[in-house]
Nanobody, 121 residues
Framework: QLQAFGGGLVQAGGSLRLSCAAS????????VGWFRQAPGKEREFVVA????????RYADSVKDRFTISRDNAKNTVYLQMNSLKPEDTAVYYC????????????????WGQGTLVTVSS
């Protein structure tokens, strides 16, 4: 089971850190991805990290602003979001995939409930 939290309201240019906590199973063989869905839009890939934490993938829209990391001892993945823009407003979901960390949501078998990030201009 995954739980995403840390969302909230922030002004443009501000920062937030999201967390994705796993329970019920060991996390260290699962890649984790963050996806987001804005109102009226399809879910889109944001960033992913491999099960070891050594490899990452970023969507071009968030590269150099967002940073993903993980602490397997705590079964938690973090998404540090800096220089936030109004277009980053969305519900953010974390998802886990066994030995994968791709950009397609179809690779991920386990999903958290989502946390809302609102960036005001």
């Amino acid at each position: 089971q995954l739980q995403a939290f840390g969302g909230g309201l922030v002004q443009a240019g501000g920062s937030l850190r999201l967390s994705c906590a796993a329970s019920g199973r060991s996390f260290n063989t699962y890649g984790v991805g963050w996806f987001r869905q804005a109102p009226g839009k399809e879910r889109e890939f944001v960033v992913a990290i491999s099960w070891t934490g050594r490899s990452t993938r970023y969507a071009d829209s968030v590269k150099d602003r967002f940073t993903i990391s993980r602490d397997n001892a705590k079964n938690t993945v973090y998404l540090q979001m800096n220089s936030l823009k109004p277009e980053d407003t969305a519900v953010y979901y974390c998802a886990a995939a066994k030995l994968e960390y791709g950009s397609s949501p179809y690779e991920y078998a386990y999903w958290g409930q989502g946390t809302l990030v609102t960036v005001s201009s």
